[in-house]
């Protein structure tokens, strides 16, 4: 069992096409690499909003997904593009098995939302993720 969420779904990512891992679809802990790209996807965790789980073997988590790329109006929609097709491959998965650890439910949370600029002048978009995975139970 994986315990590195956003390494699961940073894989998922490029295994579903969206872009090959750590060229174009990193964690928030690789994401000293991205100033050179043109676009990329970026996954963090969040705190979630839901309490632990006591009787069931199920962890609650939540992700931000942030899509940056190429300042204008063109990067812009190559962006608003990316982080649909990034939207669309994380809507709604279940029973998926990653790295070894089963995910029961992950569900795109909010749609895509232009969120301003990054420190590189980047366009970027957000949205989150909630994600249900088996902890093993003890």
């Known amino acids: 069992m994986s315990n590195n969420l956003m390494s ?4 998922h990512l490029d295994k579903c096409g969206i872009g090959k891992r750590r060229d174009d679809v990193f964690t ?3 994401q000293g690499a991205l ?3 043109p676009l990329s996807v970026v996954v963090r965790q969040n705190a979630s909003s ?7 073997p199920v962890d609650y988590m939540s992700l931000r997904i942030i899509i ?21 491959s994380l ?8 790295n070894g650890t089963l995910y ?5 949370a909010s749609s895509p939302a232009l969120a301003g600029f ?9 949205f989150d993720v909630e994600v249900m995975r088996f902890n093993g139970g003890t």
């Open 68 to 88: 940056a790329g190429s300042y204008g109006m063109q990067g812009e929609d190559n962006v608003a593009n990316k982080a649909d097709e990034v939207y669309r």
């Open 91 to 98: 809507l709604l998965v279940t029973d998926e098995t990653i």
């Open 35 to 37: 100033e050179n790209r």
């Open 118 to 126: 990054d420190e590189f002048q980047r366009t970027v978009y957000e």
């Open 8 to 11: 699961d779904i940073a894989d």
């Open 28 to 30: 928030i802990a690789e």
């Open 104 to 108: 029961l439910n992950i569900r795109a």
């Open 50 to 56: 839901r309490d632990p789980e006591v009787t069931e």
